[in-house]
């Protein structure tokens, strides 16, 4: 990749809990986030995108970060100085880099794109349709979904070198119900929906799943966003 170009790292991190019903941990994880992370990671020139806690398909105590860096060396160089929570609090992390796609995300964040749930979907492809797949999302498939009260967060590409590709996608929802009615595409055309965005929308979500090996999904709530101090 390109030195200069911003990169986002996704950060997943596992708070431990005596049990399901032990919120305490998650609010001394989400405390910490807001009063430590955040405000060091922008001293180093790193901005927090959004923090997503699990809701279906990811457990609760389970904390997805992004946070995008100008370029490489200022995220190599973060690394060296970064104070992650203690390890009595946060269990295990894993992070993995990527660049965007799309001009997604908007900068500034415009409140009126936050939305309470986003689904965390991961696609696979081949490498080499990374290109045809932004075009089609950015396009083709989101001016639909926005038309249908959806928010784009962003698209992104793995910085990994793996045989199957990993596209990661982040659309935000007014609630897990909105979410349901958005998969119906088979169905009758929403009201608001112009014929020919309806048509266009669809069939470029058909085309995407022919390039697409395997995905897979899970919903999670809004923590923070940029906007919500």
């Known amino acids: 990749m390109e030195s200069n170009k911003p990169i986002f790292e996704e950060r997943v991190s596992s708070v431990r809990w005596t049990s399901q019903m032990d919120i305490s941990a998650l609010q001394q994880y989400n405390k910490y986030f807001k009063e430590k992370i955040i405000p060091n990671l922008e001293k180093m020139g790193a901005n927090v995108i959004c923090l997503l806690q699990g809701v279906i398909g990811t457990p609760a105590n389970t904390f997805l970060q992004i946070t995008k ?10 690394q060296k100085e970064l104070k992650r929570p203690e390890e009595k609090l946060v269990e295990h992390e894993q992070v993995k880099l990527f660049t965007a796609i799309t001009p997604h995300p908007k900068e500034p964040f415009p409140v009126e ?38 928010s784009i967060l ?18 935000g929802y007014n609630s897990i119900a909105h979410w349901e009615k958005t998969r119906n595409l088979r169905g009758p055309k929403p009201d608001n929906i112009e014929e020919n965005m309806w048509e266009e929308g669809r069939n ?26």
């Open 69 to 78: 860096y100008p370029d490489i060396y200022i995220y190599s160089n973060a």
């Open 113 to 150: 794109d936050y939305r309470p749930i986003y689904s965390n979907r991961t696609f696979f492809i081949d490498k080499k349709n990374i290109e045809l797949y932004g075009d089609l999302s950015y396009n083709k498939v989101w001016p639909l979904y926005e038309a249908w009260g959806c």
């Open 154 to 171: 962003g698209l992104f590409s793995s910085l990994s070198y793996e045989v199957l590709h990993e596209i990661k996608l982040f659309a």
């Open 204 to 229: 470029a979500v058909f085309t995407r799943a022919e390039l697409t090996f395997k995905s897979n999904l899970s919903l999670m709530r809004t923590v923070y966003l940029p906007n919500e101090k």
